[in-house]
């Protein structure tokens, strides 16, 4: 068994630390960061560590001075730490045999050690480097020690309980349950136990409390060194970290699993435990207490039949004495024996669900004593068979049957747990449904089977240089995997994508720890290997896809998507991550990418220059497996797109871009961020165009600038310029022979020829000058044209001429491009889709065409309502306006938020154009706003009159707002994951 258990990394530096404080002499020093205090284990782990230090020829590997045991905490050293932890409990297991001997006789003793040295829950915690077996064993020694006292009325074995009491608790605080269980057996023994009078009762009850109780203090105290020279501080570490934290919190976190679906809040329930009993015990520790149930039954109609069914030996001897059994409703030691037994299980039950801290291995509180119980079951059936067959003997010469049985028992408890080795976590009761049931109801996995995963994945070539996410600890895959090892929580942002291998382990997907979306892309892969464990699938491994560009850490747009990776393929791919090509040739980019809600088929990649300008795009196209994902489900999407760089390309360094534009619509509603490093394009020379008829151009010019340069043409969308953003005058030149280095003068002049601005430079962003061209080649030039803020507002021409810096000016007449309209902002008539259209006018200037609400939620800004409003201009004019916001519930009609806004981007928008759209998006803080109801009205206000526009109803009356009724059955909620 080599992997590493919850909880073994943090124990192990603790023991350290604690042996380390021994060696020194420092008795503070032990008041380690443990909240267990786990001493008889680190005492333990002490002395083996002084032996194997004095004893250096017999550990030829040990090379490390004490002070430096925490440098070397392999997997090799973890099972010698181990092998002490078990050596501890066997010891346990030996002393626990001989008190049941001394209670019960010999075949119960032998039946016992089988059950509880062969049990595959407690050994799966006995072979592991933590401390519930350890506690647990000593809360079962000191139980068997009480009810040897009560049995033999001996002092000594009240003084062994309560030592073993006190180890107990040293152990771990969770040996604190026993006590009550230990003051009902007082009050019970107050009541019906020995004594002529109730004072002489009460001065029994005093003095068996005090000595108990005295000398689990005084083990308690001694067996730990802080105790010594700081109680105080220990007994309050204590406190704070272990019980207050076992009464108050949970070890699975916000989440547990448990009946099939998680559980916020990480408390199970009262049913946890019972259903963990169910699955953890054995088909034979059934059948045991199936044997108590039917002797209590039976004996509760016919207390001579005790007699029969359990032989109990020394019932006559020096040492018996019953008088507990026949003060308690009569009935004799062997009932009152395992009364009180199943009365510790219950009262320890009651106990485990009141702490809300549940966890499986808890339950081994009870598993000792419950052992114990049923191998005095057993009894009760080697008993039915001895007087089947009529066989008769003493126990000092067990008969042949009751030897069978005794072999029989042996070789069932193999059969079970052997089956499990070396993994008894994956143990899981054949009678409640095995592995396979367990792991619908009951959390699964302390990281076992991890181990296997990590071992194949280093059978790998090239392991050390690979990467691995580790689906469950981390420490768990970094202490065996030979490469770098990172956490899961890289599931949760996107870096995943730069890791080889992917794991997945079972606790984290019951849990739904990982992110669904992540888990899914990998179901629809084969795993390279899969851990089965008892039939259960505990590990899934993965190959990670070849994603050469990480997008980067959490790379979202809002209630949009994630952008996770891409691969550029058809191209070569320089080491700075640039993508270089030549017109003509194609360029396939993959991308992967997470689904938020806007839906699979509306992710875009465009490359554009440095001025913004877009030369091509491209829909990127998910592979069919992904197209029965709706718009709104959180999916990993992977798809591709084809872009062909275009004849006449200007050669130079454009830029890839990659968003999500508007359903049905070319608009884009945002854009990723892409790294620095993998976001360009390098266009070189190639194949050139020369026929100008493929160009397909909106305005022909066919004019010579020059005799070696004339212009074919020119492309405006829109022949509006302003001062706010960018016109693209896109210009259709083709040398008709070599030319030397021209320059290009664009100038917008007046209709007297007076220039009010121009632009100059080379083709290309000066990238591609005419000196280059080949003959007949035809370059596309694109101008960003964009005027000075104060360029008065008016119709202008565009005058374009050739300069040659070098020669005297020698051009032809230039052109001149008539109608250019100069406004103070862009202008845009396009109508857009929107969720919901209205057609409202307000006063005789604006219309309200329709809104957009969306709900973004979880970002790290708070709840934002993010509307969008799309208005269009009935006339020209010029004017300001403010948007009134305000929020009502809707069944008071009582105000909760309002909000004052330009109605415009960053300020108002001032000039405005018949016919033109505006659509305006805004930020509406609403963190705080509890669940319910609500209205938002809207009220537009002339900013520069101060004069509401009134809103035109249906009916031609007017009301000074619209209202947008039930927004909650509106929005579209976006999820923003950090």
Not at 828 to 849: C, D, H, V
Not at 959 to 978: A, D, L, S, T, Y
């Amino acid at each position: 068994m080599f992997f590493y258990a919850r909880d073994e990394l943090a124990i192990w530096p603790w023991s350290d630390q604690f042996s380390v404080a021994v060696w020194a002499g420092d008795p503070a020093g032990t008041l380690t960061e443990s909240n267990y205090p786990g001493i008889p284990m680190f005492w333990a782990q002490t002395l083996f560590l002084t032996f194997k230090y004095s004893f250096p020829s017999l550990f030829p590997q040990t090379n490390l001075p004490p002070e430096l045991l925490s440098q070397d905490r392999n997997i090799e050293l973890l099972a010698e730490r181990r092998l002490t932890a078990g050596l501890l409990v066997s010891l346990q297991v030996i002393y626990a045999v001989w008190l049941i001997r001394r209670l019960w006789g010999w075949p119960s003793a032998l039946l016992g050690a089988i059950l509880l040295g062969l049990d595959p829950f407690s050994l799966s915690e006995a072979r592991v480097l933590r401390l519930e077996m350890t506690s647990d064993l000593f809360v079962c020694l000191s139980i068997l020690a009480y009810l040897l006292y009560l049995r033999c009325r001996h002092s000594k074995a009240l003084l062994l309980s309560g030592i073993m009491a006190g180890l107990g608790l040293s152990a771990k605080v969770s040996a604190g349950l026993m006590v009550p269980y230990i003051w009902l057996l007082l009050a019970l023994d107050f009541l019906f136990g020995p004594g002529q009078s109730w004072l002489q009762k009460f001065r029994q009850l005093i003095r068996a409390g005090l000595i108990w109780g005295g000398a689990a203090l005084i083990t308690f105290w001694v067996i730990w060194p802080a105790m010594w020279v700081k109680p105080v501080e220990a007994l309050q570490h204590l406190l704070l970290t272990g019980i207050s934290k076992a009464a108050e919190l949970t070890v699975w976190g916000d989440k547990v699993f448990f009946w099939g679906q998680v559980i916020d809040g990480g408390d199970p329930g009262p049913f946890f435990y019972p259903v963990v009993l169910a699955f953890r015990t054995t088909p034979l520790m059934w059948v045991g207490l199936a044997g108590v149930l039917i002797f209590l039954v039976i004996t509760l109609w016919r207390k001579s039949a005790v007699a029969s069914m359990l032989r109990w030996p020394g019932d006559s001897g020096a040492e018996a004495n019953s008088s507990l059994a026949e003060r308690l409703w009569g009935w004799p030691w062997p009932v009152i024996s395992i009364a009180l037994l199943l009365l510790y299980i219950g009262v320890a039950l009651v106990e485990l669900n009141l702490v809300i801290s549940k966890v499986d291995r808890f339950l081994l509180l009870i598993f000792p004593v419950l052992d114990v119980v049923s191998a005095l079951g057993l009894i009760v059936l080697l008993n039915w068979l001895t007087s089947r067959f009529k066989v008769h003997s003493s126990w000092a010469a067990p008969s042949a049957v009751t030897t069978g049985f005794i072999f029989l028992v042996l070789i069932l408890q193999l059969v079970i747990t052997l089956p499990a080795h070396p993994y008894f976590f994956t143990y899981w009761n054949p009678w409640a449904g095995g592995g396979q049931a367990a792991m619908e109801l009951l959390p699964i996995g302390a990281g076992e089977g991890i181990d296997l995963a990590m071992n194949f994945l280093n059978e790998q070539p090239g392991a050390a240089a690979k990467t691995v996410v580790c689906g469950g600890s981390r420490p768990w895959c970094s202490r065996i995997f030979k490469g770098k090892t990172v956490r899961s929580a890289d599931y949760v942002d996107g870096r995943w994508v730069q890791a080889d291998y992917a794991t997945f382990y079972i606790s984290q997907l019951q849990r739904q720890l990982d992110p669904p979306e992540v888990v899914n892309f990998f179901k629809q892969q084969t795993p390279l290997y899969r851990v089965n464990l008892q039939g259960v699938n505990y590990v899934w491994v993965y190959a990670v896809p070849d994603i050469a560009h990480f997008a980067g850490r959490s790379n979202d747009l809002a209630g949009l998507g994630r952008l996770l990776g891409y691969n550029f393929s058809g191209s070569a791919s320089s080491p700075g991550g640039e993508v270089t090509a030549k017109p003509g040739e194609s360029i396939e980019i993959k991308v992967w990418w997470t689904n938020f809600g806007a839906g699979i088929d509306n992710l875009v990649v465009r490359w554009v220059d440095k001025t913004g300008y877009e030369w091509g795009r491209a829909g990127i196209i998910p592979r069919p497996e992904y197209a029965a994902i709706a718009p709104n489900e959180r999916a990993i999407v992977t798809g591709t797109a084809a872009l062909t760089i275009p004849f006449g390309t200007p050669p130079g360094l454009y830029f890839w871009r990659i968003g999500v534009r508007a359903p049905e619509e070319g608009r884009l509603l945002g854009e990723f961020n892409l790294p620095d490093n993998a976001d360009t394009l390098v266009i070189t020379p190639g194949q050139i165009l020369t026929e100008s008829t493929k160009l397909g151009l909106t305005h022909t010019l066919n004019h010579h600038l020059a005799s070696e340069v004339r212009l074919l043409g020119y492309d405006p969308p829109i022949q509006v310029l302003n001062a706010v953003a960018p016109t693209w005058l896109t210009l259709y030149w083709q040398a008709s022979t070599s030319s030397p280095n021209y320059q290009v003068v664009l100038r917008l002049i007046d209709n007297s020829g007076q220039e009010l601005t121009h632009w100059q430079g080379q083709p290309g962003y000066g990238q591609y000058p005419t000196e280059t061209w080949r003959t007949g080649e035809i370059v596309k030039d694109v101008w960003a044209l964009q005027v000075p803020a104060d360029t008065p507002v008016g119709n202008y021409n565009l005058e374009i001429s050739l300069f040659n810096p070098d020669l005297p000016y020698t051009s032809s007449s230039p052109v001149l491009i008539p109608q250019f309209e100069v406004l103070p902002q862009p202008v845009n008539y396009t109508m857009p889709k929107m969720q919901a259209e209205l057609q409202r006018n307000f006063g005789n200037r604006l219309t309200l065409l329709g809104y957009d609400l969306y709900f973004n939620a979880g970002g790290a800004e708070g709840d934002i309502l993010a509307p969008v409003f799309y208005w269009r201009s009935l006339a020209d004019f010029e004017a300001a306006f403010d948007l009134l916001l305000t929020l009502r519930a809707a069944d008071t009609d009582q105000m909760i938020k309002e909000w004052r806004l330009p109605l415009g981007t960053a300020e108002a928008k001032t000039f405005w154009k018949a016919g033109e759209v505006v659509n305006t998006d805004y930020q509406l803080d609403l963190s705080g706003l509890i669940n319910g109801r609500y209205h938002l009205d809207l009220a537009l206000q002339d900013s520069t009159r101060n004069q509401v526009e009134p809103v035109k109803q249906d009916d031609g009356s007017e009301k000074p707002v619209f209202r947008i009724e039930n927004i909650q059955e509106k929005i579209v909620v976006r999820i923003e994951r950090p």
